[in-house]
């Protein structure tokens, strides 16, 4: 079994940073794709930002050039740092991981940016 654990988020206004941290633990030989999603209420959860574990990325194009993701394979760790936030940034941000030819969440943290 594999768990996500989340820290970050919270509260910042409109053109502040904000930084989330993932690590994984459990069962884990290794991990492939590791990121984060986002949901809105009512809408679909969708991606943020991926990276493999030898280091390419892939981000939404509402994000490029200003979130980056990182991690760190020794700590099974993902992060995601937030630059020049939007308040169409706001939502639940899920860490992912695929291990085991599984898609695995964390349980979410809260992102919201003021006006």
């Known amino acids: 079994q594999v768990q996500l654990v989340e820290s970050g988020g919270g509260l910042v206004q409109a053109g502040g940073s904000l930084g989330l941290s993932c690590a994984a633990s459990?069962?884990?030989?290794?991990?492939?794709?590791m990121g984060w999603y986002r949901q809105d209420p009512g809408k679909p959860r969708a991606m943020v930002a991926l990276?493999?574990?030898?280091?390419?990325?892939n981000y939404a194009d509402s994000v490029k050039g200003r979130f980056t993701i990182s991690r760190d394979n020794a700590k099974n760790t993902v992060y995601l740092q937030m630059n020049s936030l939007k308040p169409e940034d706001t939502a639940v941000y899920y860490c992912?991981?695929?291990?085991?030819?599984?898609?695995?969440w964390g349980r979410g943290t809260q992102v919201t940016v003021s006006s």
């Open positions: 990276i493999t574990s030898g280091g390419s990325t």
């Open positions: 992912y991981a695929f291990v085991g030819l599984l898609d695995h």
């Open positions: 459990g069962r884990i030989s290794s991990i492939n794709r």
